[in-house]
Nanobody
Framework: QVQLVESGGGLVQAGGSLRLSCAAS????????MGWFRQAPGKEREFVAS????????RYADSVKGRFTISRDNVKNTVFLQMNSLKPEDTAVYYC????????????????WGQGTQVTVSS
């Protein structure tokens, strides 16, 4: 089982940037697809971005395309989410997720979740 710990959240003004990190332990993540999800108050958790084990394939929600970039460093066992041009609607708790493949990223019951990091964007 992979343990995931997110960091890098905080309060930022609209138009600003943040970089989230997800440090993994317990297993090397190179064989896992990794993803970021978020959950705003009163809303369901939603997909943000995902990346294949090698880093060669990435996917994004339409709402963040062109603003967010997911990347990974398999040597450091860490996944990143660079968030630029932040908007108040990006305010949420952001969760890191490991999954056996990109194909199972949205399927319940697979992989591990971190505890989340709060991102708040003020207008």
């Amino acid at each position: 089982q992979v343990q995931l710990v997110e960091s890098g959240g905080g309060l930022v003004q609209a138009g600003g940037s943040l970089r989230l990190s997800c440090a993994a332990s317990g297993r090397t993540i190179s064989s896992y697809a990794m993803g970021w999800f978020r959950q705003a108050p009163g809303k369901e958790r939603e997909f943000v971005a995902s990346i294949s084990g090698s880093g060669g394939v990435t996917r994004y929600a339409d709402s963040v395309k062109g603003r967010f970039t997911i990347s990974r460093d398999n040597v450091k066992n860490t996944v990143f989410l660079q968030m630029n041009s932040l908007k108040p609607e990006d305010t949420a708790v952001y969760y890191c997720h490991s999954s056996p493949s990109l194909g199972t990223m949205l399927s319940p019951g697979f992989g591990s979740w971190g505890q989340g990091t709060q991102v708040t964007v003020s207008s």
